[in-house]
């Protein structure tokens, strides 16, 4: 069973990075989902994605029927169960929803 990093800033992506390179035991997919389609988190998504099992790189522009809809044609292609869900901004109604579309362990 794998587990579930979801990150939406590129410090967020360098602790994740750090996460999945010190726990070689277990596999780990990305979510990264930012407001802001810049370079910098492109960069830091295209860094840790590759050390992920599956990635996705998500852009919204605060509109959540669109992040909804995407939501789900996404989660569609990631596991049923994680072991574990990473997630750093606790505060974000988008990081809310997936945490309550996702299942996981701990």
């Not at 360098?14 to 810049?38: F, G, M, P, R, V």
């Not at 990473?86 to 997936?98: E, N, V």
């Amino acid at each position: 069973m794998s587990n579930i990093i979801v990150c939406m800033t590129p410090l967020q992506a360098l602790i994740a990075e750090k996460i999945i390179e010190n726990d070689s035991k277990n596999s780990y997919d990305l979510l990264y989902i930012t407001y802001y389609s810049q370079e910098k988190n492109k960069y830091y998504y295209d860094r840790i994605s590759k050390k992920a099992k599956k990635a996705k790189f998500l852009y919204v522009k605060k509109d959540f029927l669109v992040f909804f809809i995407n939501t789900f044609t996404l989660l569609k292609n990631y596991d049923l169960l994680y072991n574990e869900l990473y997630i750093a901004t606790i505060h974000d109604k988008y990081c809310h929803f997936l945490s309550s579309k996702i299942n996981y362990k701990k």
